[in-house]
Structure formats: structure tokens, C-alpha cells
């Protein structure tokens, strides 16, 4: 492509212009133009690698300042120290064997006359040695099927981290191809942003329009009920206020009392004109007997001036004055209420009307209101469904609920990531490895010790026996 520029640009004079024809001139011109364009793509794909340069410089700069990558290459480095150790303890294992194979054969070669005790010990010694070995090979068996676990976990866990990479870098290069889009998509995100908010709106008015409603329909409910009540207790008013007939009733027994109450009043007339005789027949009887019997005789006379028949007539006459006085307080209450009952009985009636009236506008006026409220409602609901719809079935916004879930997804990955690592965190941890390997290093270090001192020891006990040996030889040969 350059050699064809080049060429290009030499035959730019004007001679082998004029010698050109016009179809050439256009080839040419076309040329130049996809020459040009394809530079502008080189220079826009140069700008993209290097901003892929600096994203990848940034990347990498987080990679090495993260605290999980550090702590997977320390564990390498413990895993590396863990693994030296047991080559140095397989290493001094083998030292060790090797150092009482040769002492089994300097003693088989030295003393060929050893007795049957000291087999017996040596035979011990081995199999001793042999059980103390095997069981330190089970321990660094063990421990190496320990380490092998561990570096099983680091790798599934790295594979997990790679993969979890992997998905972000898709996450990013998706989000980088939609923050790509043309002024078109902008402008619908834009348009939608703002059907967002008038939908926003519209479910905040359409809730304050609803708690409107339902306090109207219990402030409604409430006046219903008080109205409600208040005709109850004038219609029970009204149902105590007696009627033409039982007015009529009413006015004739109290005739009948009061023809009553005259009769009684003529006998408690005629009751008093004869205790009034008979008290002025006692009272003369009375003078004629304190005459005649003297003053002396005046407390016994007056305690026997009155007959039983007398006394009875006075008791009869009391409890007739107290009835009637009794009659004539009821005949008063009975003439007050009917009278009160008369006045009150028009003001009732047109109160009730009023009263129902005012219900019967009042309940028209709350049934409209509610009429209004419910058609607002409804009207409101239809729009925001329409909304919905609308919204549900625009492109972009199927795109970002589905970018959404993605995002949500790989929020629920990197939890999960994040918990297996800290779980192999907990079981991997270096202090513990490292402390299960040093308390071993120390027992096998002591077993080591406790052979070589009984090996010493064994070799003492086979040097004594082989000089007694000699001894004795050299005793019998004199």
C-alpha cells in the first residue's frame, strides 16, 4: 500500500495528468480517497491500542498491587521452603540408613563370634528402626498428600480467578461497545431516561392520588355514619312521640285519674269533716272526764282516749292524703311532658327533613367526588401500563436489563469467588502449614537423635562384649 502511495505521488505531475484519461483521473481520485480513509482507520486503530495499552499498563499495575496475589505467591514460596525440608529430611532419612547399614557391616566383618544375645539385640534395633522409619514415612507421605491438596485448591481457585477475568474483561468490552453508540441510541437512552422520570412521577402523583382518595372514602364513610346515627336517634325520637290515638288515650285516662282524684278528694273531704267530729267528740269527752276524774288521772285517760276504730279511721285518712298528694304531682309531670312533647313534635319533623336533606346532598356530592377520583385513577393506571409497555418493548431497554442481569451475575461470581478464597485463605494458611511442618522437623530431629544415642550405644555394648570375647579367647589359648 505505501509503494502504491508513493508511486502515486511520483506521477502527480502535471505531464502524466494532462496524458491521463478522465476514467483514469477517477480510479485515481478514488484511490486517494481509500488511501486517505485508510489511514484514518490506521490512525484511529493506533489510538485504540494505545488506550488497550494503557487499560492493559493499568490492569497490570492493579494485578501486582493485589493483596490475594501476593498471598498466592508467598504460599508458593512456603510450599517451595516446605518441599526443601522434606528433601533435607528424606536426605537425612537416607544418611541415616546408609550410616547403620556400614555400622552392621563393620560389625558382621569385626566380630564374627557375636552371640546369640547380641542378634537377638540387633534384630530388635533393626526392627525398631525399621517401624520408626516407616512411620516417618507415613508422616512425610502425609504431608506431601497435605501439599498436594493445597496446590490442588490454588490451581481450582486460580482457574476460578482466570475465569472470573475473563468474564469482566467481556463485561468491560461490552460496556466500552455500548458507551460506542451513535447519537441515536443517545438520544433514545435520553428519551427513555425522561420516560423514566415522568414514569417516576406519574407513580409518585399517581400515590398521592390514591392516599387522597382513601382519605375521602374514610372521611365519606365517616360522615355517612355520623348522618347515619343522627337519623337513627331522630327517627327513635320520632317513634317516641306519641300519636293522635294514643294522645287520645292518653288524655282520657288522665281524665279518668282526675275523676279519680276528685272522688278520692270528696271522700278525704268527708274523711276530715268526720275526724273533725269525732276529735271535738273526744276532745268534749276529754273535759268531761279530766273534770270528773281530776288531774291525777289525766296521763292514764289520754292514753286510753282513743278506740282502735279511731285510730284506723286516722291511718286510712294519712295514707289517703299522701296518695293523693302522690296523684296530683304525677297529673303535673304528665301535663309538662305532654305539653313539651306537643311543642317539640313540629320542630322534630322539619329538623328531620332538614337533616335528611343535607344527607342526601352530601352523599351526592361524596358519590361524585368518588366517581371523579376513581375515573383519574383509572385513566392514570391506563397510562402508566401503556408506559410499561412501551418501555418494555424498546430495544435499549432490553439491552441494559439484560447488561443488567449480566452485571448482577457477575456481582454473584465475585461474591462467590471472593468466599471460596477466603475459605482457602482459612485452610491454607501459612503460620499453620508452617508450624505442622516445624513441629514435625522436631520429631523427626528426635528420633534421629534417640537413634544415633542407641546406635552409639549398641556399638559400645559390641565393642565390651567383643573384648570380653578376646579375653576369654586368650584366657583358654594360655
Not at 525398631?128 to 506431601?144: A, C, H, N, P, V
Not at 355520623?226 to 281524665?255: C, D, F, G, R, W
Not at 439484560?402 to 448482577?408: I, R
Amino acid at each position: 500500500m505505501q509503494a502504491e502511495w508513493t508511486m502515486l505521488m511520483e506521477d502527480t505531475n502535471e505531464e502524466r495528468l494532462e496524458a491521463f484519461s478522465k476514467e483514469e483521473r477517477e480510479e485515481q481520485d478514488l484511490l486517494q480517497q481509500s488511501i486517505q480513509k485508510h489511514h484514518r482507520q490506521m490512525r484511529d486503530m493506533k489510538k485504540q491500542r494505545l488506550s488497550l495499552d494503557e487499560e492493559i499498563r493499568n490492569l497490570e499495575t492493579k494485578l501486582q498491587d493485589d493483596y490475594s496475589r501476593r498471598q498466592l505467591f508467598g504460599l508458593y514460596k512456603e510450599r517451595n521452603d516446605l518441599l526443601k525440608k522434606q528433601e533435607n529430611l528424606l536426605r537425612a532419612l537416607k544418611h541415616g540408613s546408609q550410616g547403620r547399614r556400614r555400622g552392621e557391616e563393620e560389625g558382621q566383618g569385626g566380630g564374627g563370634g557375636e552371640l546369640v544375645d547380641g542378634d537377638e539385640g540387633s534384630s530388635r534395633l533393626k526392627e525398631s528402626f525399621r517401624y520408626q522409619r516407616g512411620k516417618l514415612i507415613e508422616e512425610l507421605e502425609d504431608l506431601g498428600k497435605e501439599v498436594k491438596e493445597i496446590q490442588d485448591k490454588k490451581e481450582k481457585a486460580k482457574e476460578t480467578i482466570k475465569r472470573h477475568t475473563i468474564r469482566t474483561e467481556e463485561i468491560k468490552r461490552a460496556l466500552q461497545q455500548d458507551e460506542k453508540l451513535d447519537e441515536t441510541e443517545k438520544q433514545k437512552m435520553q428519551f427513555l431516561s425522561s420516560k423514566d422520570d415522568e414514569m417516576s412521577t406519574f407513580i409518585e402523583r399517581y400515590t398521592d392520588l390514591r392516599v387522597e382518595l382513601e382519605a375521602a372514602q374514610k372521611r365519606l364513610e365517616g360522615e355517612i355514619k355520623e348522618e347515619e346515627e343522627q337519623e337513627t336517634k331522630l327517627q327513635s325520637e320520632l317513634e317516641n312521640v306519641p300519636t293522635s290515638e294514643e294522645m287520645q288515650k292518653i288524655l282520657a285516662s288522665i281524665e279518668k285519674k282526675k275523676k279519680e282524684v276528685e272522688v278520692a278528694q270528696e271522700e278525704v273531704k268527708v274523711l276530715k269533716q268526720n275526724v273533725e267530729e269525732k276529735t271535738k267528740d273526744l276532745d268534749r269527752e276529754r273535759n268531761l272526764e279530766s273534770l270528773l276524774q281530776g288531774k291525777d288521772k289525766n296521763d292514764d285517760s289520754k292514753r286510753q282516749i282513743y278506740s282502735p276504730e279511731t285510730k284506723s279511721s286516722l291511718d286510712q285518712a294519712n295514707l289517703f292524703l299522701y296518695e293523693i298528694r302522690e296523684l296530683e304531682e304525677r297529673d303535673e309531670k304528665m301535663r309538662e311532658e305532654i305539653r313539651e312533647k306537643f311543642e317539640k313534635k313540629e320542630d322534630l319533623r322539619a329538623l328531620v327533613e332538614r337533616e335528611k336533606r343535607e344527607l342526601a346532598e352530601t352523599e351526592k356530592r361524596l358519590r361524585s367526588q368518588l366517581e371523579e377520583a376513581r375515573e383519574k385513577a383509572e385513566s392514570l393506571e391506563a397510562k402508566k401500563t401503556e408506559v410499561l409497555r412501551s418501555l418494555r418493548e424498546n430495544a435499549a431497554h432490553q439491552r441494559l436489563e439484560v447488561l443488567d442481569a449480566e452485571l448482577e451475575r457477575g456481582h454473584r461470581t465475585v461474591a462467590e469467588l471472593q468466599k471460596v478464597v477466603d475459605e482457602e485463605k482459612k485452610k491454607c494458611d501459612p503460620n499453620v502449614i508452617k508450624a505442622v511442618c516445624l513441629s514435625l522437623a522436631d520429631q523427626v530431629n528426635d528420633k534421629l537423635k534417640d537413634l544415633a544415642k542407641q546406635r552409639r550405644q549398641n556399638e559400645r555394648e559390641s565393642i565390651l562384649r567383643d573384648g570380653k570375647m578376646c579375653s576369654l579367647l586368650s584366657y583358654g589359648l594360655a
